[in-house]
């Protein structure tokens, strides 16, 4: 069997070969799009954005670089699995010959093995682990845990892609300890939440479990940083001054409002359910959540956290969200600047609410830094915005002075909150007054 697959393999691995597949990247596309995927000839993986060569390349990956190619848990034996260090791509053929035919064109030759039957490729780790109730052989390599049906198989059966965003669950703890600490008929387990899947990791002992819990998480931790096209944005922005930003709101439609459903999250969200907070409320994956969220700043979307109609009610939801679910605030403070940011006419009437929502997270949380000064710069552009209503811009100088203030709230503050909906506090900050940043102020002493 071995023989005549590897045959194959030398025969077709590298080869130019075109098709159509649809495919599926990551955790939160759950849609099926057509691709036209390309092998070149200099040896790469070439995924264009649409049905045909004209669209844009929207994935390279080279050969050398992936990890291995099969057809996936699944039935459907049209269904195909790569496994490189940009993630895991589910790709469906037209049928499932076509699916062996990709699977032979790129999955990597056999690996070299030693004497003792391991392979002569550097690994982190290796050894026998069970993976989802069934045993493997595996190598924890560059960003994958590569699987292998037995230690001397050549070709691998399957990987787990590893990137920056994925997070590592350590054993639940045990009664018995003792019972922890040697070899037992039923083995310690830890979990691994990527972009596809959880997966179940079991060995036999501690040691080995720790062992590996180390090397998965020292591989998350040095892979590369995962972004997207509004965190990029944002930070190549965080210092810009109001005239400036009157240029880029004008080229980068992502930073101002919309009034459509979000494909992904506005920041990059580890894998795995966050769980219940400290309200009762349970919560399932961040990105999930991120795009119901999202939501609920539409006018009229359905959302299970209300919407912006409610006024009062739906802010208050979000604000309960903030404090219980710490992996969503960035991304609620960025929905937040997003909303406030160059809304149109037909939407006005919802804009205070938009800056009650951003005033009241100002006044009860701090975002990680980056935000905050991209936020300090969205706010100078309001305040000083002479179109913009007193009440707007009074708004943006209170939540200068709370960002200024630097004093996370333990929990909801009701008089603050109550002073904010009602927009009592707006009326004590004159809208012409503006608040200045610290370093700001100190250079004009000087």
């Known amino acids: ?80 699995v790569i496994c490189c260090p940009q993630g895991s791509f589910r790709m469906f053929a037209p049928s499932a010959q076509d699916a062996e035919h990709w699977i032979f064109a790129l999955n990597p030759p056999k690996r070299q093995l030693n004497d003792d039957g391991t392979s002569v490729f550097d690994a982190q780790e290796r050894g026998w682990l069970t993976i989802n109730k069934k045993k493997y052989y595996c190598e924890l390599r560059k960003t994958s845990i590569i699987l292998f049906e037995d230690q001397q198989t050549s070709d691998p059966i399957g990987a787990i892609a590893l990137d ?47 062992r590996w819990m180390s090397a998965v998480q020292d591989v998350i931790e040095t892979a590369p940083t995962l972004t997207t096209k509004f965190e990029k944005y944002l930070i190549q922005n965080q210092q810009s001054d109001p005239f400036t930003l009157d240029e880029v709101f004008l080229e980068r439609a992502v930073l101002c409002f919309g ?53 009062e009610k739906w802010m208050r939801n979000v604000l309960i969200v903030s404090y219980d679910a710490p992996p969503l605030r960035n991304e609620i403070f960025c929905q937040a600047i997003k909303q406030v940011c160059k809304v149109p006419s037909v939407y006005a009437r919802y804009s205070i609410n938009y800056w009650k929502m951003l005033a009241l997270l100002c006044a009860h949380l701090v975002p990680s830094q980056r935000i905050l000064n991209y936020l300090r710069c969205v706010l100078h552009h309001a305040a000083q915005h002479k179109e913009y209503i007193d009440i707007i811009r009074g708004c943006a100088n209170y939540c200068l002075t709370c960002l200024q203030e630097h004093r996370p709230k333990p929990s909801i503050d009701d008089e603050v909150f109550d002073n904010i ?6 009326t004590e900050t004159k809208a012409d007054n503006l608040v200045l940043d610290e370093s700001t102020a100190a250079e004009e002493e000087v």
């Open 1 to 80: 069997m071995d023989r005549g697959r590897g045959m194959t393999v030398g025969n077709t691995y590298g080869k130019k070969f075109e098709g159509v597949c649809l495919m599926i990247h990551g955790k939160i596309r759950t849609k099926k799009k057509p691709h036209f995927c390309l092998i070149t000839r200099s040896g790469e993986l070439r995924i264009h954005s649409g049905g045909d060569s004209s669209y844009d390349v929207q994935h390279l990956i080279k050969l050398k670089d992936i990890h291995s190619v099969g057809l996936s848990s699944s039935k459907d034996k049209t269904e195909f």
């Open 164 to 210: 920056s965003l994925c997070t590592v669950v350590p054993p639940t703890p045990m009664e018995d300890q003792s019972r922890l600490r040697r070899m037992t008929s039923v083995g310690v387990t830890f979990h691994i939440n990527t972009a596809g899947k959880q997966w179940a990791i079991m060995s036999r002992t501690e040691a080995d479990i720790d």
């Open 259 to 311: 009034d459509e459903a979000l494909d992904s999250p506005l920041l990059p969200l580890s894998y795995g359910k966050i769980g219940k907070g400290h309200s009762g409320n349970e919560y399932g994956y961040p990105h999930f959540e991120a795009m119901d969220l999202f939501n609920s700043f539409i006018p009229d979307e359905k959302s299970r956290f209300g919407n912006i109609v409610q006024g």
């Open 421 to 426: 909906v009602s927009g009592r506090i707006f």
